[in-house]
């Protein structure tokens, strides 16, 4: 199982991203995918989450990024998205992609329900 981030670099503020979130070695559409953030001396941070079809396919953001950030999922490219905009110095952070197919509704906020992780990818936003 592998998954791939990828899609940071460098922005100004009020500025757009979006990452991407490629998975490999499994059946993709039965996973739940989450993006986590970890800022320099901070713990690693919910960011958003989508759920797997099989449980509602829902969509969960944290209240930082709520209104700015979309998240979406592309089974057939075994893909998740997330677009950022309107950024901020404070989003600055390495974003990672979490996968997990037995995550339940209560824990999909919960980095340690999530068994396979990317690599990270940089987002820095200039003032």
């Known amino acids: 199982v592998q998954l791939q981030a990828s899609g940071g670099g460098l922005v100004q503020a009020g500025g757009s991203l979006r990452l991407s979130c490629a998975a490999s070695g499994l059946t993709f559409r039965n996973y739940a995918v989450a993006w986590f953030r970890q800022a320099p001396g901070m713990d690693r941070q919910f960011v958003s989450v989508?759920?797997?079809?099989?449980?509602?396919?829902?969509?969960f953001y944290a209240d930082s990024v709520k209104g700015r950030f979309t998240l979406s999922r592309d089974n057939a490219r075994n893909t998740v998205y997330l677009q950022m905009n309107s950024l901020t110095p404070e989003d600055t952070a390495v974003y990672y992609c979490a996968a997990d197919s037995s995550v339940i509704l209560s824990n999909l906020r919960s980095r340690s329900a999530y068994g396979y992780w990317g690599q990270g990818t940089l987002v820095t936003v200039s003032s």
């Open positions: 989508i759920h797997r079809p099989s449980g509602g396919g829902k969509i």
